[in-house]
């Protein structure tokens, strides 16, 4: 049984309402901005495990899919822990340079398969 999507939006807009509410209680607008992007999160999961066939077939997650995401992460750690232990950069931004870094080489060998249908 899927969600239906007004009661996502009702969910993101609680996710807003409360990252809000954070930020005012917590005096600091990095909190609220961290409570939205983890409720955010949350209801992305929640809603793609309420349509699972249509998420799973679309991401790949079968057998060999899971492999391509385990790859994918261990990849990005391996290249954030290069860039923080060679170069001494701060974790986050090496894990965001990471994404981005290694995310666009995967991206652009994904577009470059050809399909077989």
Do not use: H
């Not at 992007?37 to 079968?62: D, M, R």
């Not at 060679?86 to 986050?92: D, L, N």
């Not at 894990?95 to 290694?102: E, G, R």
């Amino acid at each position: 049984m899927a969600l239906s999507f007004t009661t996502v939006q009702r969910m993101f807009f609680g996710s807003l309402i409360l990252s809000l509410a954070a930020s005012f209680l917590q005096g600091n607008a990095m909190d609220g901005a961290l409570t939205f992007v983890g409720l955010s999160t949350l209801v992305a999961i929640v809603w793609g495990l309420s349509e699972k066939e249509l998420t799973f077939g679309t991401l790949g997650l079968n057998s060999e899919g899971l492999l391509v995401v385990f790859s994918f992460l261990v990849s990005i750690a391996i290249f954030a822990e290069i860039c923080i232990r060679v170069f001494s950069w701060p974790t986050v931004g090496s894990y965001a340079l990471s994404l981005c870094f290694i995310g666009s080489f995967w991206w652009t060998g994904a577009l470059i398969q050809p399909r077989n249908n």
